[in-house]
């Protein structure tokens, strides 16, 4: 995140170990103006429960707030001191009643402390942007914030509603309180027992979401189906999708292919690292070319098994210009062809064309084209997916009837995985990410 400097306040990775009032003093005087910023970053710092106590009247006065990055602030701190803290910091930001994007990263909100952040994001109806990466929840704290989302669509309504009431007396209008647009929940292990709640939660929230990146969360093939089926096949306005590094499988994959219609402005489809398969690829590749995606940008499918097949239904939905006309950028690395196969030399050959009559000298590198493909697998003579025929077909009902009823044993996985410790990481990406969002806020 980050904004115009004379309206940003930043203690951005100085590693300050800030534990009482007159810490404050020293490195948040600032802060004392009230309505004197529009970006606070106090990310890459380690916050004690009486510094935030203290802060909190400091934030709660700053309504001109559009912005704050909060990821990585409670390094070193036992488990006990967060829920406190955290409270101080989010009950403060409730009062910025143009607080839209908040990144809150890297700091843990497993079970023992989400609830400030469930409370927060139950109630603060301005937010727009979210942005939890590697906050070690698991499914139980997943679902509980996921919960806490579609809350905060009921008050959202509610808010608007009154608004409209008043308009005629008022300058304030609906659009005063926008729609939740992107989230970002990644490494998470937010797995197969969150999905039913993240799904109602994009379902509440379908007219406005915009942006969804959910990497690397272990979830597997029954939730990642329920995920596109009873959720995200609503968000109609969808312009990302990034589920990388979980779990598709040829059921997930029938039910993406079934759900990326409904998403006329889609740019850019992540599923890389997700065990599409030879079959469940060629599903997709096949919705994409009927002509319903005509703003995909962007594909990134690497390491999925996908076969020459699936290389060539590609090839065959990207020469229909009517289906991919503005795609220019498709990752493939990873999957099982051959560098030489006819179709790839096809597809390499549409996107320099593409390149040479929309590209800009300023483009990056890998803003066109196939990715380099120096790690693809030898394809085997035998299919790795099942047999031919009706026994494929006896595979897809199998999975769909083991889905109808997961829910038990997920729960199940889910109250084991609790136990888990999840360390936590950085994401380089996330904080580029984070960013970009700051900018668009502001």
């Known amino acids: 995140m980050s904004s115009p400097s004379g309206s940003t306040f930043s203690l951005r990775n100085k590693g300050l170990k800030l534990d009482t009032s007159s810490d404050l003093d020293t490195h948040c005087s600032r802060l004392k103006t009230p309505n004197s910023i529009t970006h606070l970053d106090l990310s890459g710092n380690t916050l004690g429960a009486p510094f935030c106590a203290s802060l909190a009247p400091l934030l709660s006065s700053q309504t001109t707030l559009l ?27 409730l009062q910025c009643p143009k607080l839209s994007t908040i990144d809150l990263s890297d700091n843990a909100f497993g079970l023992n402390t989400k609830d400030p952040l469930v409370d927060f994001l139950s109630k603060h109806t301005p937010l727009q942007h979210l942005i939890l990466n590697n906050n070690g929840m698991g499914p ?44 970002v929940c990644g ?18 929230h379908a007219e406005h979401i915009k942006s969804v990146k959910m990497t690397q969360n272990g979830i597997r093939q ?78 990134r499918l690497q390491y999925n098994d996908i ?14 210009k009517d289906s991919l006309p503005v795609l220019r950028r498709v990752e493939l690395n990873g999957n099982k062809f051959s560098e030489d196969d006819a179709s790839i030399e096809a597809l390499a050959e549409i996107l320099s064309e593409r390149k040479d009559e929309h590209g800009k000298d300023d483009d990056p590198e890998d803003h066109w084209g196939i990715d ?47 136990t888990e410790k999840v360390p936590l990481e950085k994401d380089p990406e996330v904080d580029e990410l984070a960013e970009k969002l700051g900018k668009t806020a502001l």
Request: charged share 30%; glycine share 8%; with cysteine.
């Open 222 to 299: 029954e939730g990642i189906s329920h995920l596109l089926q009873n959720g995200l096949r609503a968000c109609t306005s969808l312009e990302i999708l990034d589920m990388q590094d979980n779990t598709f499988t040829l059921l997930g994959a029938s039910a993406l292919a079934d759900a990326v219609g409904e998403w006329p402005n889609l740019q850019e489809l992540g599923v890389g690292d997700d065990l599409l398969g030879a079959r469940g690829a060629v599903k997709v590749f096949e919705a994409l070319g009927k002509g319903r995606n005509k703003k995909t940008e962007v594909l």
């Open 187 to 204: 490494r998470n292990r937010l797995e197969n027992g969150s999905m039913a709640a993240w799904a109602t939660m994009y379902t509440a």
């Open 307 to 320: 076969d020459a097949k699936g290389v060539k239904a590609l090839v065959q939905a990207v020469k229909d």
């Open 67 to 93: 912005s704050a990055d909060l990821h990585d602030i409670f390094t070193s701190r036992l488990l006990e001191e967060i829920p406190p803290a955290l409270s101080s910091l989010l009950t403060a930001l």
């Open 372 to 418: 380099e493909l120096d790690e693809l697998e030898e394809e085997s003579d035998e299919e790795d997916e099942g047999e031919e025929g009706e026994e494929k077909d006896e595979d897809v009902e199998k999975e769909e009837e083991e889905q109808v009823d997961y829910g038990e044993k997920v729960l199940k996985e889910a109250d084991e995985a609790e």
């Open 140 to 183: 139980i704290a997943g679902a509980a914030i996921a919960q806490a989302l579609t809350q905060l669509s009921t008050r959202k309504a509610e808010s608007r509603k009154a608004r409209d009431a008043s308009s005629s007396s008022s300058s304030s209008s609906s659009s005063e309180i926008p729609g939740l647009e992107s989230i």
